[in-house]
């Protein structure tokens, strides 16, 4: 089946800091890659994503490439600032042309102090 | 932001009881999903729906069913609730041309069971 794993945390940076998350899994097919984000007391929101081998999804400074060599779909982000505390979720979708449903990781907390 | 409302936000309950969550949609994605939120374990599916009156299993359904009778409400039931189920449970949908993958959270359910 499939699944995704990712460093749990708590990761605590300074302001400004390089930021790496990493994120790897194992899919039976050709999936589809995505970061969410959840700030504290709300839903998750779409961070980014990847469709394809070697594609990269950016947004808000945010990025990740999608490396099928590797299994991987780590974020990045060059200069982190206090309002990037929250939790991260890596997913992923193998639905094949239908939707059955993500499969997430168990999420990163990052803490960012100024 | 998609317009996904759950209701109610807050629920406590008794062991044994039946809960309804309600979760309604105003963009008509064909799509929609239930997850749980758990610490430690990330996200897990529990139904999804893609279609009236067309529902599937997913990860973690026992003990829940759900149902789909319009296009924009999709209702999951404990049919007796236990402290097992205690947790937060999202919404979410998808299902736009071009962002079949794509899935918009609701802000959450978050259910006590006592």
Redesign the interface.
């Known amino acids: 089946g499939n699944s995704?794993t990712q460093m749990?945390g708590p990761v605590t940076l300074s302001e400004e800091a390089f930021l790496t998350i990493n994120c790897t899994y194992t899919a039976t097919g050709y999936p589809?890659l995505?970061w969410?984000v959840q700030y504290p007391g709300?839903?998750?929101?779409?961070l980014l994503?990847a469709?394809k081998a070697d594609d990269k999804g950016s947004n808000k400074g945010f990025e990740a490439t999608y490396r099928k060599e590797t299994t991987s779909f780590h974020l990045e982000k060059g200069s982190v600032q206090v309002s990037d505390s929250a939790v991260y979720?890596c997913?992923l979708?193998d639905?094949g042309g239908?939707?059955?449903?993500?499969?997430?990781?168990?999420?990163t907390h990052l803490i960012i102090q100024p | 932001d998609a317009g996904i409302t759950q209701s109610p936000r807050h629920k406590v309950t008794e062991t044994g009881t039946p809960v309804t969550l309600r979760c309604h949609q105003t963009e008509n994605h064909r799509y929609m999903y239930w997850y749980r939120q758990d610490p430690g374990h990330g996200l897990r599916l529990i139904h999804y729906s893609y279609g009236v009156k067309d529902t599937d299993k997913g990860e973690v359904s026992d003990g829940y069913s759900v149902s789909r009778s319009k296009t924009e409400d999709f209702l999951l039931t404990l049919e007796s609730a236990t402290s097992s189920q205690t947790s937060v449970y999202f919404c979410a949908i998808s299902g736009l041309a071009g962002e079949a993958y794509e899935q918009y959270f609701g802000p959450g359910t978050r259910l006590t069971v006592t």
Do not use: R
Not at chain 1, 98 to 107: H, N, P, R
């Open positions: 995704v749990e589809s995505f969410y709300e839903g998750l929101q779409l994503k469709t979720f997913a979708t639905s239908g939707a059955d449903g993500l499969t997430f990781g168990k999420g």
